[in-house]
């Protein structure tokens, strides 16, 4: 069992590693650093949001970074803000490359065991849930807004998981998840999405009817 002054020691190399690795937008702050479990290991998750205050709290802006307890892999990463939202995607072919190309700078250890499943765009209205399901956050207005992106899945193979690189407008990558379990009989993802607020407001409110 982990001391305190431990975890602390492995939070800081946790966010050297992830400050090494993930451009954190120049107007977010850190605002906290929680540690959960991705399935059986431990993770340091740490969220960021807008310095001056806007969009703040669970289901608005953020851009939140999971690493692992070892402080060696960034687990995935999550870019929810209004300028990924609306038109201007790019291609499949273009997000395949890049995510391909992003790949070695998030994840090295993978590069050379994975294989490209399928590429599938997030609609607003999707069809195929989860698969093309948006990330909805609400904004300054307290209006609903769904981000979008185009979603490359991999397979990895010396890991038996899943994982994606999500590519939204203007080439960026917005999103990031590695060592993903999929549950084929629940049709959905079976690892906790502690990156997603909806996924983190719906164990809340669940907790919350326990009492």
């Known amino acids: 069992m982990l001391q305190n002054n431990n975890i602390a020691v492995q939070q800081d190399k946790a966010l050297t590693l992830l400050e090494s690795i993930i451009q954190i937008p120049d107007d977010y702050a850190l605002v906290n650093c929680l540690l959960l479990n991705h399935d059986d290991q431990p993770i340091f ?71 490209v499943k399928w590429i599938m765009r997030q609609l607003e209205e999707p069809n195929k849930i989860p698969h093309e399901s948006p990330f909805p956050f609400r904004d300054e207005n307290d209006h609903k807004c769904l981000v979008t992106g185009v979603r490359v899945k991999f397979f990895f193979e010396k890991l038996g998981a899943w994982g994606w690189v999500i590519v939204g407008r203007n080439n960026k990558v917005i999103a990031f998840e590695r060592e993903i379990i999929w549950s084929t009989t ?20 669940e907790l919350g009817r326990l009492k």
């Open 45 to 115: 998750v740490f969220r960021y949001e807008h310095v001056n205050g806007v969009c703040k709290g669970l289901g608005g802006e953020h851009f939140s970074v999971s690493i692992d307890l070892a402080a060696t892999k960034v687990m995935g990463f999550m870019h929810i803000e209004k300028q990924h939202c609306g038109p201007g995607l790019p291609t499949d072919d273009v997000a395949r490359q890049l995510a391909i190309e992003f790949l070695p700078q998030v994840a090295a250890d993978l590069v050379d065991s994975y294989e």
């Open 186 to 205: 629940l049709n959905r993802r079976s690892t906790p999405a502690w990156l997603h607020d909806n996924f983190v407001e719906e164990l809340v409110s």
